[in-house]
């Protein structure tokens, strides 16, 4: 049975990668256009478990976080500023793990992890393990901008979000119902200890749906949101901001904040956003393995990324999936999963949203 369910696994990704492929030909910039890829997440999404309400708001929560970074790039703003402002928008969004609808650790708290990177010069900020910065990507690029660093955790990045101005909010700000019914059952079904309901936030109430709850497999329990985007200068830049993994240690870090597992930019090459198991996306170096593809084996946007997602992270089991652009205007995505939310957009073209595996 095992081997019969890889044969069909192999089997599916092929044709995903096909129909992948020939839809980024019909989607790709040309020069002095902008462009830009969204994602919200990948994992075991499915139709009979979102159901069509939930693929509504799904599908418009995508389309209002493009919007955002679009209408940057419209009035020609930088690549960097349309990944920030796209992911803002998901953080916010109560239906993604980001921000405000983050996933808990074991101990009931939000710990949230983010990175941004130019592609243009290869500046780059991360930051890990943050409770209090409302909006994680933009601390992520104060750390790029106003420090000497790239990566800071903790307490200490909080303050660097609090001095430079970012909003702050207590740790209830990040609280919602779903993800919290969800950690009680997980904990419960493996056993261990259900933490204290956290201070401040409302009476038990009813959830707001959202997708990744089922515990049953273990790639529910990854979902992160990331952008990348190239702007009329021919400039790129990519971003990632995520809750982790749902009931992890206190002090787990995924592949998210990781430049070159998670995010990676540069105009040499490509920008890259990536979702999903992130212990085995940090073991293979997965966003700058994509671009060294593309940079050092010649090989197109599609067949990078198809190469590390549905061949070497489908060796070591791993799930998930990736955003990709160039500053030729190749842009792709590729995932292993029976979903992944994402949305695309080229000037001058439709916005294009998806979210099973069947669709373009």
Not at 214 to 235: C, K, P, Q, Y
Request: contains cysteine.
């Amino acid at each position: 049975m095992k081997k019969m369910d890889k044969i069909c696994r192999l089997l599916t990704g092929a044709i995903m990668a096909t129909t992948l492929a020939a839809a980024a030909a019909a989607q790709q910039a040309t020069a002095g256009h902008w462009a830009i890829v969204v994602h919200g997440g990948a994992g075991v999404i499915e139709r009979s478990a979102l159901g069509p309400e939930g693929t509504s708001s799904y599908r418009a929560s995508l389309a209002r976080a493009e919007a955002a970074g679009a209408a940057v790039l419209d009035r020609g703003g930088s690549a960097l500023d349309a990944v920030e402002a796209t992911i803002k928008i998901l953080e916010d969004d109560p239906l993604f793990n980001a921000g405000h609808g983050a996933v808990f650790t074991a101990e009931g708290k939000n710990e949230m992890d983010s990175a941004i990177m130019d592609g243009s010069n290869l500046k780059a900020g991360s930051v890990a393990g943050v409770t209090t910065t409302r909006h994680p990507i933009s601390l992520a690029r104060a750390v790029m901008e106003k420090t000497p660093y790239v990566m800071m955790i903790g307490p200490g990045a909080d303050a660097v979000g609090a001095k430079n101005g970012l909003e702050q909010e207590p740790p209830s700000y990040f609280f919602t119902e779903a993800r919290w019914q969800s950690l009680v059952k997980q904990l419960q079904k493996e056993g261990r200890p259900v933490p204290p309901r956290p201070a401040g936030v409302p009476p038990e109430g009813k959830a707001v749906p959202v997708a990744m709850l089922d515990e049953s497999a273990d790639s529910h329990r990854f979902g992160t949101v990331g952008a990348v985007a190239l702007d009329r200068m021919g400039n790129i830049a990519a971003g990632t901001s995520t809750g982790g993994m749902q009931g992890k240690m206190p002090g787990r870090v995924g592949d998210s904040p990781i430049i070159g597992s998670g995010t990676y930019a540069s105009n040499q090459s490509c920008a890259v956003s990536a979702t999903g198991s992130g212990e085995y996306f940090i073991r293979l170096g997965v966003a700058r393995e994509v671009c060294n593809l593309v940079q050092f084996k010649n090989m197109s946007l599609q067949q990078a990324a198809d190469q590390v997602i549905h061949k070497e992270l489908d060796t070591l089991k791993g799930d998930g999936g990736v955003i990709a652009i160039m500053p030729d205007g190749q842009l792709t995505w590729s995932f292993n999963t029976p979903g992944m939310f994402r949305a695309r957009q080229v000037e001058g073209g439709k916005v294009q949203i998806g979210i099973y595996n069947d669709e373009p």
